[in-house]
């Protein structure tokens, strides 16, 4: 008996040895924490690693820690892609300090960025060079759908940094039209070691690029009946956690009136696009075990386009619903000066464009060639010019033709601001959607002062990985970018418009930054 307790206790003072150990190991300057114990692994940590007293408030300065290459922090939708999400933060974790890997279902990003800037700041005055290094070097990855990283942008841009640390994407939504823009493709890369080892390389070979922001408004006079409020599938507007309305002590706000906003960095469109779009997202709340992979996805996304009447909108859907009959449309090039935009009265859909990644990494406005430009009075189509592409379709079969070479919608205008003024009694609703996030907007039938306007608001940095699709006006040939192209399949455009008769603001979104609600579950964003 007595042997016995010896050896129980000997064991255990060995095994509070090596815990002693592995907790002087976890910050020792010459090791970081790995998950096989590797060699390879551990050069991964090093070039990436946030020691935990930058990541934890309270925490006091560490001694002797090396500067990272590369130092990143990481947040995961552990909600999206089915299993991957939940795969991905474990990899993560497990290769990087635990505490610089967020689960978004867990922290929401502002909170994380507000306690990481505010540590470095209190850091660098008491003269820590490390902060001021990570700070400097600081770059961000969001993995998740687009709506995940829009979620992030929209946080960065309402910090206001002198410094904002540039973002990458990796995906795991269903269009990942944002992965897609910047190179990083349409399809998550992998979560086992090798994969996103390979990855946070890219991350710290990616180049910087700067892209437009932009502000979404909506007004209209409070209705005498019933609510006004954008209706998200099913629920509370979840998805436009950008576009809420404003509240009264905001400088938007105007007696009488209801006032939304909100920003995107990708698309906004209305009409029978946004309409398909919603009725998706409705079947994936009402039955999300059906929804666990992107190929299903999109077959049960084509399906909805032919259930909705997309394919055969002449038929199925009223004229009052064509963008035309619904609102007036006015554009600004030069500042303060609005002028009519004519819309062909068979545009049942409408996309104003900023990245060339649309449903899936589709390109609407394509690459006008340089006779085109001219004729038209067109610029090429970059990301960070202050001006947004605003493109028209008239039916699915339209859509189709973005798959042959050289096919694009039709090409409407190149602006600054758009403004959407809705006719009185046009309808009692349309459909909406930024970024991939579609509501339903009820419009009241006795208002003729129905207003949507987007204008810029800034820009944010993207990470850019070598095979970008977007090109930027301070490197117009950026990679993967090629010359203008000819049009080829021109969609008509030309034949349609013979046929028709050719303030500073301090946020983004209404509330102190795009935060969800308390209560909210990430796993209904994509």
Not at 105 to 123: A, R, W
Not at 230 to 240: E, G, Q, V
Not at 479 to 503: F, R
């Amino acid at each position: 008996m007595g042997f016995s307790v010896s050896r129980f206790i000997i064991g255990s003072q060995i095994m509070a040895r090596e815990m002693k150990q592995s907790i002087h190991n976890l910050f020792s300057k010459d090791q970081v924490p790995a998950a096989d114990g590797n060699s390879e692994t551990v050069e991964i940590l090093k070039d990436y690693y946030i020691p935990d007293y930058i990541l934890l408030p309270e925490s006091e300065t560490e001694q002797g820690c090396s500067v990272p290459e590369c130092p990143v922090i990481v947040f995961i939708n552990s909600k999206s892609g089915g299993q991957l999400g939940g795969e991905l933060l474990v990899t993560c974790r497990s290769i990087l300090n635990r505490n610089q890997v967020f689960d978004l279902g867990e922290k929401t990003p502002d909170k994380v960025l507000h306690q990481l800037y505010f540590n470095l700041e209190k850091h660098k005055k008491n003269g820590d060079n490390l902060s001021a290094e990570i700070q400097r070097k600081l770059r961000i990855v969001v993995a998740g759908g687009d709506g995940t990283a829009g979620w992030l942008l929209g946080v960065v841009s309402d910090l206001k940094l002198a410094q904002p640390p540039p973002i990458a994407t990796m995906p795991l939504g269903t269009g990942n039209n944002l992965p897609f823009s910047f190179g990083w493709g349409k399809k998550n890369p992998g979560t086992n070691h090798q994969s996103v080892k390979a990855f946070l390389e890219q991350v710290k070979d990616a180049k910087e690029m700067k892209i437009d922001s932009w502000h979404i408004l909506m007004r209209m006079r409070a209705p005498k009946e019933g609510a006004c409020d954008p209706i998200a599938p099913l629920d509370l507007p979840h998805s436009l956690h950008a576009f809420h309305r404003v509240s009264p002590s905001d400088e938007m706000n105007e007696e009488g009136y209801h006032t939304f906003r909100g920003g995107f960095w990708n698309y906004f469109s209305m009409g029978m696009d946004a309409q398909v779009s919603y009725a998706f997202h409705s079947e994936r709340k009402l039955h999300p075990e059906k929804f666990k992979n992107q190929l299903v996805n999109q077959t049960t996304y084509a399906k909805l386009s032919c259930t909705q009447g997309w394919f055969c909108a002449s038929l199925m859907h009223p004229s009052s619903r064509n963008i035309a009959q619904l609102a007036k449309v006015k554009i600004m090039k030069k500042p303060g000066e609005w002028i009519d935009l004519h819309i062909p009265r068979s545009i049942r859909s409408i996309v104003c464009l900023n990245l060339p990644s649309f449903s899936g990494g589709l390109n609407p406005w394509g690459k006008p060639s340089k006779q085109k430009l001219h004729s038209r009075d067109l610029t090429p189509p970059y990301v960070d010019d202050g001006f947004i592409e605003v493109v028209g379709f008239r039916d699915a079969w339209h859509g189709l033709i973005l798959f042959a070479p050289k096919g694009h919608g039709t090409r409407l205008a190149q602006a600054n601001r758009i403004r959407f003024e809705f006719n009185k009694g046009g309808a009692d609703h349309t459909f909406m959607r930024i970024d991939g996030e579609p509501w339903k907007q009820p419009l009241p039938m006795d208002d003729e002062t129905v207003v949507v306007e987007i204008s810029h608001f800034g820009q944010v940095s993207m990470l850019a990985n070598t095979h970008c699709q977007s090109r930027s006006i301070n490197a117009p040939y950026s990679p993967s970018s090629t010359e203008d192209e000819d049009d080829g399949y021109n969609s008509n455009e030309d034949a349609l418009e013979e046929e028709e008769g050719s303030e500073e603001r301090k946020k983004l979104g209404a509330a102190d930054t795009f935060r969800l609600p308390e209560d909210f579950d990430v796993a209904h964003l994509s």
